[in-house]
Structures are given as C-alpha cells and as structure tokens.
C-alpha cells in the first residue's frame, strides 16, 4: 500500500520561495509506470494540477505555473520534491502530493486519476 506524506514550512512570507517534501513508502519513486504529482486546492476552488515527476525522473509541469516551479526526487531517500519561487498570497493551498499508475501522459493535469494522496499540507502565504 502506497503511502504518501508532505511536510513543508505551513507560513511563507510574500515574494519567497517554498520548498515542500514527500516522503513515499510502499513504492519506490521509480518503479515503472508510477506518476508522482503535486497538487493543490486554494480557498473556494477546485484541485489543480502542480506537476508531475515520472518514473524516468522527467518533470512536467502545469504550464501556468511552469516558470516557477521545479519538481525534483531523491531516488536513495524515496521522496519527491516541491520547490515554487515567488510566491503570492493567492498561492495559499492545501498542496497534496499524490501518485498514479498507470495513468496516461494525457491525463496528467487531471487531479481526479490520481489513487495515492498524501494528507496534504497548509501553506499560507502572508507577511
């Protein structure tokens, strides 16, 4: 049983960057067909689709947040890795990581094909 869990600072102070963690346990990060995303739900709004680490280790990235964001693995510790620069407090979020497998490319933006989800983690963004 894949489990997942974030960790990360919960308050950021406008114009920094975040850095936020997931540790996996029951699947190594690249074990084959596994897709390992980041997601988030700000206040009054649906899931959307961070990016995606694949288990080749390629990234991918929602093209909205594309120019800010890198999502990198550790292979030895089994985690993955969320980093934002610039953040705003519109960037206020519970940020979820989640994995699927199986899951094709086409359909990676969409939150909903994920079966793995960490608990997720706040993130407030304020000065």
């Known amino acids: 049983q894949e489990r997942l869990q974030e960790s990360g600072p919960g308050l950021v102070k406008p114009s920094q960057g975040l850095s936020l963690t997931c540790t996996v346990s029951?699947?190594?990060?690249?074990?084959?067909?596994?897709?390992w995303s980041w997601v988030r739900q700000r206040p009054g709004k649906g899931l959307e689709w961070i990016g995606n680490i694949a288990y080749s280790g390629t990234p991918y990235y929602n093209p909205c947040l594309a120019s800010r964001t890198i999502i990198s693995r550790d292979v030895e510790r089994n985690t993955v890795y969320l980093q934002m620069n610039s953040l705003e407090p519109e960037d206020t979020a519970l940020y979820y990581c989640?994995?699927?497998?199986?899951?094709?490319?086409?359909?990676?933006?969409?939150?909903?094909?994920?079966?793995?989800w960490g608990q997720g983690t706040q993130v407030t963004v304020s000065s």
């Open positions: 029951g699947a190594s990060v690249t074990a084959n067909y596994y897709a």
């Open positions: 989640a994995a699927g497998y199986q899951v094709p490319e086409s359909r990676w933006p969409r939150p909903g094909v994920y079966t793995y």
